[in-house]
């Protein structure tokens, strides 16, 4: 069993919808809980990181954490043709190893 | 500020060549990464680097891969011989000193190599 899973979609919705990601994971030491976003042929690119259970909000991004389901999201509101992408949780544990384990990532296109 | 730069960004060879792979971090950061994307699967974590020494290489999928940071600078990542299972996408990232960036630093990654096994 993968320690992340994510699905991998394609996903495709049209300029200005909500966009709801996400991921779920099976271990436990899991505490840093990070999105990054892939353009074509770039590497990925930290969108929004958040330790441990709650809610953070930068602009039209929000990110959740479940621990006690083990369940991660990402919400784009007003959803942009420039956010097509690919989405990629990815966590890391307290341990401070800080290697990242990355769920396959869900490509995203939103159509103008 | 040039960000993570990688070297080449492509490279086909026939199985049993020797591929020599490169990473620069960003100036400054200890803290170098390797990962790696095989088609179709997550972004896997192979080792890393604090300075010029290996932190954790519990990654490294054979000791057909063999990773080295002169002077806690660039990085290199030989494959000898490469095989055909060695086929995707080499990332490297790198990051802060722990102790200055805080308990989750930012790995910033670089663009990736492509490598294609024949």
């Known amino acids: 069993q993968k320690e992340v899973e994510q699905d991998p979609g394609p996903l495709s919705v049209p300029e200005g919808a909500i966009v709801s990601l996400n991921c779920t994971y099976s271990?436990?030491?899991?505490?840093?809980f990070m999105w990054y976003r892939q353009y074509s042929r770039k590497g990925p690119e930290l969108l929004m990181y958040?330790?441990?259970?709650g809610n953070k909000e930068d602009g039209r991004f929000t990110a959740q954490v479940d621990k006690s389901s083990k369940y991660i999201s990402l919400f784009i509101r007003d959803s942009q043709p420039s956010d097509s992408a690919t989405y990629l949780c990815a966590m890391s544990k307290e341990d401070g190893a800080n290697n990242l384990f990355f769920g396959t990532g869900t490509r995203l296109t939103v159509i103008p | 500020e040039a960000g993570v730069t990688q070297f080449p960004s492509h490279s086909v060879i026939e199985k049993g060549q020797t591929v020599t792979l490169r990473c620069d971090p960003i100036s400054g950061h200890d803290n170098l990464y390797w990962y790696r994307r095989v088609m179709g699967k997550e972004i896997k974590f192979l080792l890393h680097?604090?300075?010029?020494?290996?932190?954790?290489e519990s990654g490294m999928p054979n000791n057909r891969f063999l990773a080295e940071r002169t002077g806690g600078t660039y990085s290199t990542l030989k494959v000898q011989p490469a095989e055909l299972e060695d086929s995707g996408v080499y990332f490297c990232?790198?990051?802060?000193?722990?102790?200055?960036?805080?308990?989750?630093?930012?790995?910033?990654f670089g663009p990736g190599t492509r490598l294609l096994v024949l």
């Open positions: 958040t330790y441990s259970s």
């Open positions: 990232a790198s990051s802060q000193d722990l102790v200055l960036a805080g308990p989750q630093e930012t790995q910033y």
């Open positions: 680097f604090v300075k010029e020494s290996k932190q954790d």
């Open positions: 271990n436990s030491a899991f505490q840093y």
